[in-house]
């Protein structure tokens, strides 16, 4: 099966329309996370910088997963929360994105699981949400013992991402 790259995926859905780009997720978001979950397994947890995404828009979290790996990080890309948990207890992962707003559960939710699961990865809350509710939640993963590297305002620049990776 050839494999395109997210980029590539995006393009396509900015030319021809969102529709289109969400079919092709949709389509390959099983064997895409089971390729990334495959790739983040194999390496030990010194070798490099490792991503897990938790966001149900299609189109953002393709974005997020292409600046990600640009910046040499392997990434695992999930639309779901429980998806999401599986992947951050097999990965390992050193970062973690984190969507606030999702339509089965919230961020905030998912910051309290992390929490009570004793993460160690570097939080990244994204949101298109107000700032106000979007320091609630740093604030709220930082007072639960998280390691919060930083808030990411939807829609943001591949630099402020970078930053937050680093």
Do not use: W
């Given at each position: ?17 969102t ?33 897990v ?62 929490a ?20 609630r939640?740093?604030t709220?993963?930082?007072d639960?013992?998280l ?20």
């Amino acid at each position: 099966m050839l494999r395109q790259s997210p980029s590539a995926r995006i393009e396509l859905g900015l030319t021809r329309g969102t529709g289109l780009c969400s079919a092709l997720v949709d389509l390959t978001r099983e064997a895409r996370t089971a390729l990334n979950k495959d790739e983040l397994a194999t390496m030990s947890p010194a070798d490099e910088r490792r991503l897990v995404i938790l966001d149900d828009d299609a189109l953002v979290g393709l974005l997020v997963e292409s600046v990600a790996r640009l910046a040499g990080v392997a990434t695992c890309l999930t639309r779901e929360a429980d998806e999401f948990y599986d992947a951050v207890a097999e990965c390992n992962p050193t970062h973690v994105v984190i969507d606030l707003t999702m339509p089965e559960t919230s961020g905030e939710q998912v910051l309290s699981e992390l929490a009570t699961r004793g993460c160690r990865a570097r939080i990244i809350v994204a949101s298109g949400a107000d700032a106000e509710r979007l320091g609630r939640a740093l604030t709220q993963a930082r007072d639960g013992g998280l390691d919060v590297a930083g808030g990411l305002h939807k829609p943001f620049i591949a630099a402020e991402l970078h930053a937050l990776l680093a």
